[in-house]
């Protein structure tokens, strides 16, 4: 059994804690695997040719890797414009600088092997055709074109061919009306190139297994490269902030093809890890894959030949998921995620020791489960501890398949247990024997917790002065956000932009509750309204209806 790890500090700040996000509608990561990837594979299998896009124009890489394939008029055309008047259209020439540079750092600074259909001297450079996606709502797509040797019914090493966007515009639209990207340009462009490359590099080189299983972690892999590629472009906050948000939806390792996007969600492991150990043995990972083991098996394989066994990292890296948003600001730079201060805080249960806390249900192994106890004292400040476990151990992946398991965290005053910080409450964590990582953090001072809806409502002109709105889940004292009323027929009445404050009038025991205040209520007439209020970097909104009455 492992040890129990316990991390405990004493932190005097105020504590901000993130409830759920409205839900958003985001643009898919990949569009390669699932039902794509098996119809290819099954036609390759009945013998059937599968057909690239017939594209009349193609312009060869400077360094002859890849042949980009294009076409300057109908659905999916480039942009003609050419600044430097050699014949190619820039946007051409950029996607085939994109992709030079995914080659360059996967193999040659990494040292994957390249996609072994480059050719002597680039005769038969890599194929990537520049299309229209916007209908289809996903980045880019790699395809099975044809199998290569040692191929089985039960793994399948392939040559693929890559479609990306042809202008990754923020006009485009998907299907359902909703914007197809959320990053545009070149931007998306180049961490696009990234992504599907690796998986050209995957699929060539070390296969995939017939039911898809752990293709989350490939595509957890082709995420991270976007951010280790082009670490300025933010694209992948988008995905891996769901890991906070919904850790349990989100949680690590999951294996089945229809928990793909919990891939995406935890990219930041892949920072993690090769802060820890470097290139080799990322390398080695798939070279296990390659010899058709299970990718997260794979993994710990791997990482225990290594001497650094998965379900030990696991504990550091479960310190690294709590220092996130406002717990990340005073850490060090080699103790956070990279971007750690812009993604949300890991949320959880929350519940007041009164004078005792008890915490129970179920976890899944490598799942992040956070418990948020607020200590009441006989001061009018009140701590409040923060319990992150996550059960790990030794060779859990060697077997396909798993459960939930109960755990109980009780929090009291029986000194026998753990220590919380400096107070005098103590953690008593049961997983019923299972070996568990757990860290434990105490922050000094009331909680503070968003409002969880408008206040007063309704509002009487008579009456009141103000309007008390809701504000994002993720916003802290200070910052700023955009106020939006409308009539219900979408007539705008109000924009207005508010600092978010404490409503020290509002006497919930223990917490400050935060709030974007209105005062301009007297150009308000009696009806009924709908508001928006999104923070100033449009990563996150609350939206609603009140009431306004003479």
Known sequence: MIPIQVYVVLRKALLFVCLSLPMQLMADKCGTFGSHFKSRQEAISKGERILAPDLPFSFLSENKHFLIHYALTGNGSVDPRDNDRNTIPDYVEACARAFEYAYVVEVDSMGFLPTPNNGENGSAPYDVYIIEFADQGFYGLTTVRESLPNSTNKHAYSLTYIEVDNNYSPNDKNAFGNQSFNTFG???????????????????????????YDVSFYEMFSTWLEFHLYPEIKDYHFYVKDYFLEPRKNRFGQRNVQEISSGYANALFLEYLHDKVGNAPLIQIWQEIGRKTYAYHALEMTLQANFTPLHQLWCGYQERVFQTGIRAIDKDSNEVFRDARTFPELIGAIEVADPTALFTGTIYPYESRLSTCILPSFTEIADTAHILISIAYQDFFRNFGSQDMSFSIAINGNSNNTPI????????????SIPFCSVIRLAGGKYDLPAERVYPNPVLLSKHKTINFPVPSTSIVGDKVQLNIF????????????????????????????????????????????????DTEKTDSYSGKFIVKP
Not at 197 to 209: E, R, V
Not at 421 to 432: C, H, M, P, R, V
């Open 186 to 212: 070149l931007d998306a462009l180049n961490i696009t190139a990234a992504h599907e490359y690796h998986h050209a590099i995957q699929l060539a080189n070390y296969g995939m297994n017939d039911q898809q």
């Open 487 to 534: 009539t219900p027929s979408g007539m705008p009445v109000l924009a207005k932009q508010l600092a978010i404050i404490i409503d020290y009038d509002n006497t919930t025991p223990y917490m400050n509750t935060l709030v974007a205040r209105l005062d301009e209520i007297l150009d308000l007439k009696p009806g009924v309204y709908l508001f928006t209020l999104t």
């Open 421 to 432: 910080g400096l107070s005098n409450y103590y953690a008593d964590i049961n997983t019923s």
